[in-house]
């Protein structure tokens, strides 16, 4: 298969439907081992070199938001432990993926300079530097069909690791955190904490009326706080290992909590101490969305709205967590205080029929009739308005 020539900063969309073209897809790399780093780099049109087995479905989504311009993947895009999600979003927004072309690619790269693709080779010039499998719709379907086979051995395996790590981790449900003074009190307050998970960003867009009419406390879990800030809304708390947030979302005016291991170790503060914000830590066992959700709960949060977290075998395979001990133990000891707005903008989607819109004209199309009805001024401002217009028609 072949790409056809398109300049950088243009979507390419319909690449793979079977058109051919003589051409090859020529434009500027970026190279990164980790797709959340390299996402905060690529421009539109660019091609994203990455090093992803299993790509997952957040990344995919990334990947299409940052409107790449051809991806290629130094590792497996679907291995077939599971049914990962990611190269579906990516040939879903017509953006082409070369699979699974060898590690030794990263070596050669040197970022921003331009590649040619073409037949699932990448060149440089005249160059070949690796071949791979060019990811197709029939392709597609046959490994996530082989990967779905594949589920119920997963699940089974990831049930054993869950139940053998539920009773080191049960703590949890019995010891109250240590907990850092937040700069806002959580007290009988709403509490909306956004993680960067599959669909985020649109359950995020379809609970906007919500967040304006309540003004819940705004938590971001790490890129959650970006995803905050592209709807619009300023984070009060931004928590995690801050690994995958941007500059601007650290720098917001949000309270910093970073998440640290059980043992006191913090890799994630180093960032902050670079950038020369203030911080404070948090030590806790599970994830930071675990945290960070029985934090809200320990400062008596009326209720915690969560958008983007995880809490199915996908997404727990997503994260590759082989087990969900954590999370399961701190939903148990939430219990319902705890909301998840996970799929609600699948669930209802705000539409007017047609009459209300005929409706609406109608009525203003009255109030302007009646204004001018009732009032001399309104007639003969309107008057001046017509003479004015003869007057640069020529009439």
Known sequence: MRFPMVKPGLPMANLLTGRQANQGFRAPVRVDRRTKNLTRRLRPGEIAVIDHIDLDGPAGEALAARRAGAVINMAPSISGRYPNRGPEVLLNAGIPLI???GADLIDLLVEGEELTLRDGAVYRGEERLAVGQVLTPERLASEIA???????????????????????????????????????????????????GEGARQDLGAVRGYIRERRPVLIGVDGGADMLLEQGFTPDIVFGDMDSISDRALCCGAQLIVHAYPDGRCPGKARLDALGLECQVLPGRGTSEDVVLLAAYEKGAELIIAVGTHFNLIDFLDKNRSGMSSTFLVRLRIGSRLVDAKGVSRLYRVSYPLWHLVLMILAGIAAIALILLLSQEARAFLQFLVMRLQQMLGF
Not at 160 to 183: C, I
């Open 99 to 101: 699979d699974n072309v």
């Open 146 to 196: 082989a990967a779905r086979r594949n589920l119920e051995v997963e699940l089974r395996r990831f049930v054993r690791n869950t139940l053998s790590y539920v009773e080191k981790e049960s703590g949890l449900l019995f010891e109250a955190a240590n907990l850092p003074n937040f700069h806002i009190d959580l007290r009988d307050r709403h509490v909306l904490v956004v993680v960067r």
